[in-house]
């Protein structure tokens, strides 16, 4: 959807203007606020959401949101998606001020930054919209939907590293961006987990590719060459990863420097059957666009504030409960290998 109106042509009839803002109107109508499952503060709910991922044509935010479309569509409301082409700590902006001024029901995004788009998302909420974060928070949200516990993540890819690489040697961490929340927690969690569980692991790099594939792909290269002794490399960042197994696969590094991390099984599968990643981690990401779909609904219900205890329930997934600090977890992360990487499409 586009996010701006263009200015006609010089000419153009008043009729043709006249036909043009009925339509508008008509379709504004066509989304207006259904009551469909509501169950608090009456029968009339604005069930406009929409979701504002990080960039547009990242499959794995085109995977989380065609979840929350499926969540949205369910539940009788009406879905959009918007946002910048390319990441940016302010690139979010633009849109947010676009649906507050729209009057949508609730915005759901996974934030560049995490102060950078809360004086947009404020105004959001003063007007009464609700404001739901996933995958990465910000400062200024009712709720935040979480992947898995922090904890969990950190263990999980400190743990495939140590396995992979018995335990010593060195290794680097390519991040998807130095202002990403939920990342730059990961990493402080990993590096108590290896210094605590893996004294002999040492932590010599950590690069950024920004979510973009050109900038993941000489991340891995600038991070391969700087480090001779190299032994493995954690990219808990689903383009990072990608670009960093595309390089290694090319490499004379392929199975001598392992690599693991959080990634999309359709976008590994190959470099997991020929070698050059043998285990990696993620959530299902449509999962956790339907549960923040969800979210957003049990918020314009009243069902939820963002109270640590209050309760709703995600359609298919099943009851929920808000945790301290209004964060919603998902569940635990799934190890993906030989083993299983066919049955995941996502």
């Known amino acids: 959807m586009k996010m701006h109106l263009h200015r006609g042509r010089r000419g153009v009839s008043a009729a043709v ?94 934030a560049n930054d995490p102060q950078a788009a809360c004086s947009a998302l404020k105004q959001a909420q003063q007007q009464k919209i609700k404001v739901v974060t996933f995958d990465s928070d910000t400062n200024c949200r009712d709720v935040f939907v979480n992947q898995v516990s922090s904890e969990g993540i950190a263990k999980t890819l400190v743990d495939l590293m140590g396995e992979a690489i018995g335990g010593t040697g060195e290794i680097g961490v390519i991040d998807g961006g130095p202002n990403a929340t939920n990342q730059n927690e990961w990493l402080a969690l990993m590096k108590k987990d290896l210094a605590a569980k893996y004294p002999n692991i040492k932590l010599v790099d950590v690069v950024y590719g920004n979510d973009d594939d050109q900038d993941s792909l000489n ?20 383009v990072g990863i990608k670009n960093a197994a595309l390089y290694l696969s090319q490499s004379q590094y392929k199975g001598k420097i392992a690599l693991t991390g959080l990634g999309l099984p359709s976008e590994l599968r190959q470099y997991v059957k020929d070698g050059t990643i043998t285990k990696f981690a993620l959530w299902d990401p449509t999962n956790l666009g339907y ?29 929920y409960t808000v945790g301290k600090d209004g964060v919603i977890i998902l569940g635990d992360p799934t190890v993906f290998d030989k083993s299983n990487i066919d049955k995941y499409n996502f």
Do not use: M
Not at 223 to 237: E, W
């Open 291 to 319: 549960l923040a779909a969800y979210a957003a609904k049990a918020l314009i219900d009243g069902d939820i504030t963002g109270k640590e205890g209050d309760t709703f329930t995600a359609g298919k997934l099943g009851k």
């Open 17 to 110: 203007v006249t036909a043009a803002v009925l339509a508008l109107g008509l379709a504004a109508c066509s989304t207006s606020s259904s009551s469909s499952g509501s169950t608090k503060g009456g029968s009339d709910h604005n069930y406009k959401v929409a979701f504002v991922p990080k960039s547009l044509g990242n499959k794995y935010f085109q995977a989380s949101d065609a979840g929350g479309k499926d969540a949205v569509e369910g539940f009788g409301g009406s879905y959009q998606e918007v946002g910048p082409t390319a990441t940016g700590a302010n690139a979010q902006v633009p849109f947010i001020q676009t649906l507050t001024q729209q009057k949508v029901g609730a915005i759901v995004t996974a």
């Open 219 to 238: 991340a891995a290269k600038g991070l391969v060459q700087a480090h001779p002794n190299l032994k493995g490399i954690i990219s808990p960042d689903s």
